[in-house]
């Protein structure tokens, strides 16, 4: 495993893996298959979708593969970097959403719910130790979430989706009232749910490969000990 982690050429090895679970790669791909089909969201906004994704979980090989998709799709530098941005955005929310319950804790509170929307009251006093800093990132999701080449209303499912992937449950609350408000549909919104479940599955999948790289270089060490 000398050199580097991630080469595109490992994805090569993806058909070892289908092999060891032929049914489970099988349903996997199937899935995909279905989730990027073209329905009420096009296939070049599902890439879209699925690129931001990928940049939230950070898998090399996904976003590779996605930004790469997009680019077929005719999907422009412009679209991919306001896709990016939002992400960024949810993603740094989502952690300032959850200093909400460090305030608590700090507090001393002694509530056996550690996750409530009440919660969100708290945040303001999160944001009095800090000032310009919490201005300077409203200022910024101000910009990114503003009409661009890529439309409100995909932004606004970039951002559920993103807000999904990171499991937190303000930013998915927050983020989905605002894709209703922007004409969004329940529909739509399950499509790109979709999409991201298949990007996060796919980042555990393909790094299956490395796990194979590791698992081969495992034996290696032990057949030279023996």
Known sequence: MNGSLYKRSNLARISELQKLVPEGAKSYFKLEHTAFESKLLSMREKELIAAAVAHVTGCPYCIDVHAGKLKKQDGSMNELAEAILVASAVNAE???????????????????????????????????????????YDRFADVVFAQGVVEPKVKGLIAVAAAHVLGCAYSIARYVKHYHELGGTREEMAEALLVAGVVNAGLVLSHGVNALEAFDAAESETSEIL
Request: aromatic share 6%; proline share 5%.
């Open 94 to 136: 989502s952690v300032l959403n959850h200093g909400a319950n460090a305030i608590l804790t700090m507090k001393g509170d002694p509530a056996d719910s550690l996750y409530s929307m009440t919660n969100l009251e708290h945040f303001n006093e999160l944001r009095a130790q800090a000032p310009a800093a919490f201005t300077a």
